[in-house]
Structure formats: C-alpha cells, structure tokens
T-cell receptor, first 115, second 115 residues
Framework: GAGVSQSPSNKVTEKGKDVELRCDPI?????LYWYRQSLGQGLEFLIY????????KSGLPSDRFSAERTGGSVSTLTIQRTQQEDSAVYLC?????????????FGPGTRLTVL | AQSVTQLGSHVSVSEGALVLLRCNYS??????LFWYVQYPNQGLQLLLK??????LVKGINGFEAEFKKSETSFHLTKPSAHMSDAAEYFC?????????????FGTGTRLQVTL
C-alpha cells in the first residue's frame, strides 16, 4: 500500500519568503506528526494532529511556523518569512491512532534550503 | 519527560562482523522503544519496536534488540554486518505528553561497514 508522501522533495527559497510543505499520510491514519531534522538539533518534534485538530503544537519554534490538516488527511506546514536557521529536512509521519506506542510511519522528507 | 541516549555517533565494523549500537533510555513509566534506520536522502524506516510483550525483539534485515530494565538499555545488534547496513540509526522513545504520543529521538549513530 502507499506510504506517507511529502512534497516537494527539495525546496530552495530566499530569506524572507514564505514556503508551504505538504504531507499525505497513510490512508486511515488519524494521527499525523511533523518533525524537523537539522545538523545542530537532531530530530525534533514540531506538531501533532489528531484528525483536523492540533492538540500539541509545543514543538513549533516560533509564530512564523503554522500547520493545518484538512479532511483528516493532507497536512500543510507553512513557514512565513523564512530565515536561514529554518534550513533543515522536514519529516512527516502518520500513525493509526496516535496512542502511546503507536508506530509512526515516516515520509521521505522535504529538504528546505533558505539562502 | 522521557529521553534516550545513543553512545557513539559513529561506529565502523567490517563486513561480516557483529553490529552493536547502544541506546539507553530514561523513563518514569514502562517505555515504548523504537529503532529506526535512515538511508541517505530518505525518511526513517522502522526496524523494530519494544512494547513489553517480549524483552528480545526481532526486526527487519536481521536486526534485533534486547530490552534490559536493570540497565535501562535497548541496544541494537546484528550478528553479521552487510555493506547495505551502512546508514544512520536512531533510537526513540514514545513520550506521552498528555495530549500526544510524540517520539523523542536520540542523536543517531552512523554505521559504516568496510570490506
């Protein structure tokens, strides 16, 4: 079956521009997660969705970052006024229920480069 | 909050030799532990998962891990390394925040396999 997909795979943008990153989770998975992977910080949790709601946004680094999920499926992570420190690989994951110990399945990631 | 520590950011083994990647966890409750592998320019792939059903967990590609509560460890092993095992390996713990079961990752261990 289809796994988690993300687009674009690579994004190069100029400092100050807005970017949108897309995630398509595994069909039927109610839980969706965004993580960021960077050289200095490793793998960090950003936000969790259960259905279309985001009960945990604690990992978003600033108010320039936002995310939404529609139809209990596709999610978009938006970064406004990008900064060079936003350069990283953004990974999306989904899991069946979001319960403790539920396996998270990851997409291939979007590599964001801010010039 | 729960955490994991991976000892050794780089490990090099000869093809056919034993692979041992170390992970220690810190948790106030029985943990759910995971090992993921990341090949270059790809997302994370689940190798195996500990859910308290059995202390020795077998995963894909010949990997296994043993949960040792007394040592708070969950080390990953493979009896005989193959060139295709060269990748980065991440240990993770399912950290329930009250609203989300996010994964908290270790800093990763890059495995090099030499002829």
């Amino acid at each position: 079956g289809a796994g988690v997909s993300q687009s674009p795979s690579n994004k190069v943008t100029e400092k100050g521009k807005d970017v949108e990153l897309r995630c398509d989770p595994i069909s039927g998975h109610t839980a969706l997660y965004w993580y960021r992977q960077s050289l200095g910080q490793g793998l960090e949790f950003l936000i969790y969705f259960q259905g279309n709601s985001a009960p945990d946004k604690s990992g978003l680094p600033s108010d320039r970052f936002s995310a939404e999920r529609t139809g209990g499926s596709v999610s978009t992570l938006t970064i406004q006024r990008t900064q060079q420190e936003d350069s990283a690989v953004y990974l999306c994951a989904s899991s069946l229920t979001g319960g403790v110990g539920d396996t998270q399945y990851f997409g291939p990631g979007t590599r964001l480069t801010v010039l | 909050a729960q955490s994991v520590t991976q000892l050794g950011s780089h490990v090099s083994v000869s093809e056919g030799a034993l692979v041992l990647l170390r992970c220690n966890y810190s948790s106030s409750v029985p943990p759910y532990l995971f090992w993921y592998v990341q090949y270059p320019n790809q997302g994370l792939q689940l190798l195996l998962k500990y859910t308290s059903a059995a202390t020795l967990v077998k995963g894909i590609n010949g990997f296994e891990a043993e949960f040792k509560k007394s040592e708070t460890s969950f080390h990953l092993t493979k009896p005989s390394a193959h060139m295709s095992d060269a990748a980065e390996y991440f240990c993770a713990v399912s950290d329930y925040t009250g609203t989300a079961s996010k994964l908290t990752f270790g800093t990763g261990t890059r495995l090099q396999v030499t002829l």
